[in-house]
């Protein structure tokens, strides 16, 4: 969604270009000489989070192995880019690689990646690492190169929960508000099924939008949450863990396959280690967020019944189906045959 003084959508693509350009010519190692390689990376959430800790575990391994031949310039909290430009920004070349969370890929032609998004699919990140490092997964990154992109791989941030000014432990709770989503449709009919109004905004509009009433609430884990400051604007965390949310490395093809083979095979492995380092960090990093939210006393924290998590969870079932009606059957199979019974539905 494009801010009051964004260009309009056509001078912004001009724009961008002119930028990648400008950029591409400014870099070292552009017209020919070998000084070194500058990756540019872009994100959208702030440092001290799962997927800013990860990056930054990327950076350090790529710079290091090099001997600082190669640089990773991080442009996070959507510095340089966010939700409504960051792919677009990939696509021109004025960013090199980008880590969106996997339910901004539906949008951009990709709604396969929504399968992730589905309310209570995962009882685990065990879970999601069945389809993340299986064959599902590996076809969800295959995908990409429809549109000459490259996924480099998945990493976690870990499970959502819901956001307001007064509990939300119950569907009838969540009626007439405005929840604040991700630009994924299945989040948007979750919250429809719950008699919420979802309002798609980039994650760097959400919070200024719970301050000013635009939204009432939303969903996100404890550490976007608290790296937010979002218990400032909002009264009541319910701990719902509804639904996951993670993250896939982007890069472009022509990015990618321009650099040395052996710079490839450098960054790859760094990678690698830095994606098993952020899913060993995870679930710590979200469990620190909320001792710390809990220590502040900022936010009155909610945690559903059994039986109230069963209520939510046959409220937001429909999700599937509605799903199923937009991408190939096929793989809401192979989720199924992949992920142990009866978690799948
Ligand atoms: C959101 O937009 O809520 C998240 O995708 C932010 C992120 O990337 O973790």
Redesign the pocket.
């Known amino acids: 969604m494009l801010g009051p003084d964004s260009p309009a959508p056509l001078r912004r693509r001009q724009w961008l270009r002119g930028l990648a350009w400008g950029a591409a010519a400014a870099l070292p190692g552009a017209g020919g000489a070998a000084a070194g390689t500058t990756i540019r990376l872009s994100?959208?959430?702030a440092p001290d989070?799962p997927?800013g800790l990860t990056l930054e575990r990327f950076r350090a391994l790529v710079e290091a192995r090099s001997g600082q031949r190669l640089r990773v310039q991080i442009y996070p909290q959507g510095q340089l880019y966010g939700?409504q430009d960051e792919m677009q920004a990939l696509q021109l070349g004025a960013i090199d690689m980008v880590a969106?969370?996997l339910?901004?890929f539906g949008p951009i032609g990709f709604p396969e990646f929504e399968l992730f998004d589905l309310p209570f699919l995962f009882d685990s990140v065990a879970d999601v690492r069945r389809l993340t490092q299986g064959p599902v997964g590996q076809r969800l990154l295959d995908r990409l190169g429809r549109q000459r992109l490259l996924g480099l791989g998945f990493f976690d941030?870990g499970f959502k929960h819901m956001s307001a000014n007064r509990p939300l432990l119950e569907p009838a709770d969540f009626v007439g508000l405005r929840m604040r989503v991700?630009a994924s449709r299945v989040i948007a009919q979750q919250m429809r099924t719950l008699g919420a109004n979802p309002v798609t905004l980039p994650?760097s509009e959400?919070r200024r939008a719970l301050e000013s009433g635009v939204v009432d609430g939303t969903e996100?884990p404890v550490s976007?949450f608290w790296t937010q400051n979002m218990q400032a604007v909002q009264k009541d965390l319910s701990l719902t863990q509804h639904g996951y949310?993670g993250?896939a490395v982007v890069t472009h093809q022509r990015f990618w396959l321009n650099l040395p083979g052996t710079d490839r095979a450098l960054m790859q492995q760094a990678l690698r280690e830095a994606l098993d380092y952020g899913n060993s960090i995870a679930d710590a990093h979200n469990d620190k967020a909320l001792a710390a939210l809990r220590a502040s006393g900022a936010v009155r924290i909610h945690t559903p019944s059994a039986a109230q998590r069963q209520r939510f969870k046959a409220a937001v079932m429909p999700v599937q189906a509605d799903l199923a009606r937009r991408i190939d059957p096929a793989w809401l199979h192979a989720v199924r045959e992949a992920l142990p019974p009866p978690l799948a539905g």
Request: proline residues 6%; without cysteine.
């Open positions: 994100h959208v959430v989070t997927k939700d969106p969370s339910s901004k941030n991700q994650f959400t996100n976007n949310l993250y």
